[in-house]
């Protein structure tokens, strides 16, 4: 007789992790590029642009991190929801995961467009993506500046969503990323 493995109800313990880790980063990155991009040149502005470009790199790299670790590491299946809430779940979390690898891309290519290469925490100097190009420099500081306005409205609808679930339909969603399985 085959015995099968119960599907996991909860994340693992890195899963949740990640999941608010990325969470909090991409919050205070968007609102540090907001205020910075208001900042007059000075040293202080450029700290915190410096600041900036290490988070979003962290942000990147944690999102390969986090890409395998779902490879390898099975989500629970989704809390019984009427069809058309399963699928804008599933639009909206694509959308998600697409922007935080596309966000800190375009501002690595914004960088690198602007002849100004990344030096990860003063120690790893990044390639440039592309050759010093201004206008090119300046597109991507458009598709930047859109980006962070895209990801601040899907995060608002992601915990919008969240917090319907848990105080509306009092059901496990938000619940489950908040307590975890061993692993
Ligand atoms: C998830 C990661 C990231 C998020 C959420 C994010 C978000 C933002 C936001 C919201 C702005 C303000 C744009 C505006 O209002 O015009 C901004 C500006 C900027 N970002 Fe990012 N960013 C991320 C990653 C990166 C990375 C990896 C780099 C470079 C390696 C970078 C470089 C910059 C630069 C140079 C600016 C403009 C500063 C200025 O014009 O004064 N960002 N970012």
Redesign the pocket.
Known sequence: MELRTPPPTHYTRTAVALHWGIAAL?II??AA??I??D?PGSPA?LQV?TW??W???T??ALFFVRGLWRLTHPAPPPVAAPVWQQRSAQAMHALLYAM?LL??LS??L??SAAGRQ?VYLNLIPLPNLVARNPPLGAVF?EL??A???L?AVIIALHALAALKHHFVDRDDTLRRMLRWRAG
């Open positions: 991409v990155l968007i590029g907001w910075m991009t900042m502005k642009v900036h470009k988070g979003g790199i942000v990147l935080l966000q800190p501002g690595w914004f960088s990344v500081k930047h500046g980006g962070g306005t990801l």
